[in-house]
């Protein structure tokens, strides 16, 4: 097996021309790849104000001919997202699913905490990563997601609300050796660096960039290119990742 997946983040749909053309902009680029992806994850903060109207657009806008897998971001709101975007019926509940994809398994997990930026993993999501990846047959590799970084990224903005309760994740994965990497967002901006041993990928942004300190003010870039990144899991569990601007 051979897994091709394109991932984005943080399109902070508003209804402005802004954000729906810098989406526009990297699903048409998505589109026109000699090479379908096996699916695009999305890890959270689709929406900018959790609007029934903003998921309405991203619905539209992530319309395409191959999966697409999504995680809440803290911009998000848990019931309008299932309703307005996904057609289900509204739930408050941590919203956490399991994909299988070309071989691999993918769970999208809810880091979120209603009416916060930070994030958190509360005890039913881990035993749900728990049980779902003692579940799984065989030793295929999975992938973990979510939106909240478990580490520093190394700029204020997204270090003062990043996932709080990381320690209990890196134990977690301790007992699981098929997780091959975790990708998050939230950062907008693409980055690599490890967590308990695995590779974490951060996408990034489409609606605007971060600018890290060492290259001055302001910390954020609303004109430099959306970005993509494409993970290519291996059965042997090698994880290898490519990051593009969408120009």
Do not use: K
Not at 4 to 16: M, Q, R
Not at 126 to 145: K, Q, V
Not at 198 to 218: D, H, I, N, Q
């Amino acid at each position: 097996m051979t897994l091709l997946l394109a991932h984005v983040s943080d399109l902070h749909l508003d209804g402005t021309a802004h954000t729906t053309e810098r989406a526009q902009r990297t699903v048409d680029y998505l589109r026109g790849l000699s090479r379908t992806p096996d699916a695009l994850l999305v890890t959270g903060d689709i929406a900018d104000h959790a609007a029934a109207e903003e998921y309405r657009e991203a619905a539209r806008l992530l319309d395409l001919p191959f999966p697409v897998l999504v995680c809440p971001g803290n911009h998000d709101g848990r019931a309008m997202m299932r309703e307005a975007m996904l057609g289900e019926e509204p739930s408050e509940e941590a919203f956490n699913r399991v994909h299988e994809v070309a071989g691999a398994t993918v769970l999208a997990c809810d880091s979120t905490v209603p009416g916060q930026d930070g994030g958190h993993l509360d005890a039913a999501t881990l035993m749900w990563i728990n049980e779902t990846l003692s579940a799984l047959p065989g030793r295929g590799p999975a992938l973990l997601a979510l939106h909240h970084p478990p580490v520093r990224v190394h700029h204020p903005l997204p270090d003062s609300m990043r996932l709080d309760n990381a320690d209990d994740l890196a134990g977690l994965l301790h007992a699981h050796p098929r997780v091959a990497g975790i990708l998050v967002g939230h950062a907008h901006t693409g980055g690599a660096t490890t967590f308990a041993g695995r590779p974490l990928l951060l996408a990034p942004g489409v609606t605007w960039t971060l600018r890290m300190p060492w290259e001055g003010e302001p910390a954020t870039n609303r004109d430099q290119p959306p970005g993509v990144a494409f993970h290519v899991l291996e059965e042997d569990h090698r994880l290898t990742t490519h990051f593009r601007a969408v120009v």
